[in-house]
């Protein structure tokens, strides 16, 4: 029986596998998964959790492929969707950690704003930390904060709501999410840094959608993309030509 293309959590929910080589697996992340440390255990939405457990298992997908090991390398929001990098050992989780470290993976997300921007494109630049007065969310700090970069474009421009591609040059925490509420265009359904209250029953307008990155053991570029048409109708947009 050919290994499956997705993983089968013991919850029976399943989530698709966008690419695969000995050293990675680049998984689509559903909405509503944290990730945070196996050992964390104050939800049961803790994506490590579940797929350690999975594993231990002995679950059809992990044992296909004599999987022992997997861990994230990187982090996305927990309703933020889209392509999420695992590695396969300890080693290929430095390797491939470096590579964000050192701003080598190209990242690109899609982000459903609040408002018609009035450029086509721009840049924010503004520096980054935690927010003294409110914990688990982030502000601008001019004095103390930690670089932060992203460049936005216009996809796609409604009278409520756009459509607009970021990249993220750095990694700061909710980079993308603060860049744009101080650029006057925040998320849609962003109960953090969106208008307050939020609009009832929106989910966050947040996906990763691409990730590029020169291999450090294939010794080549590795490019990988995840669906954007489901995420475009959600929220009414055309499909992205790709």
């Known amino acids: 029986m050919a290994r499956p293309n997705y993983i089968e959590l013991p919850t029976g929910e399943q989530i698709n596998i966008l690419y695969e080589d000995r050293s990675v697996m680049a998984i689509d992340k559903p909405r509503g998964w944290m990730l945070v440390p196996f050992s964390w255990q104050k939800t049961s939405r803790n994506l490590q959790a579940a797929l350690v457990s999975s594993i231990a298992n002995g679950d059809f997908w992990a044992r296909s492929r004599n999987l022992k090991f997997l861990r994230f390398v990187h982090r996305l929001d927990a309703e933020t969707s889209g392509i999420l990098l695992c ?61 932060a970069e992203t460049t936005f474009r216009v996809l796609q421009a409604g009278p409520r709501i756009s459509l607009v591609e970021a990249h993220p040059f750095t990694g700061r925490t909710h980079q993308i999410r603060v860049h744009l509420n101080e650029s006057g ?58």
């Not at 491939?96 to 840049?123: C, D, I, Q």
């Not at 990763?208 to 570029?221: G, H, K, V």
Request: glycine share 8%; net charge positive; hydrophobic share 30%.
């Open 87 to 147: 590695a396969k050992s300890l080693g290929a989780v430095d390797s491939y950690g470096n590579l964000f470290e050192s701003r080598k993976m190209e990242k690109v997300y899609l982000a459903v704003v609040h408002g018609t921007p009035k450029e086509t494109e721009w840049t924010c630049r503004l520096p980054l930390g935690p927010d003294p007065e409110q914990r688990a969310r982030m502000c601008v700090d001019t004095r103390e904060g930690k670089e």
């Open 185 to 242: 265009y925040p998320i849609v359904g962003d109960d953090l840094y969106g208008p307050q209250p939020p609009a009832p029953g929106k989910n966050l307008g947040l996906r990763a959608i691409s990730l590029a990155y020169p291999d450090p053991f294939l010794r080549r570029r590795i490019q990988i993309r995840s669906p954007t048409d489901t995420f475009c109708r959600e929220y009414g947009f055309d499909i992205i030509a790709r």
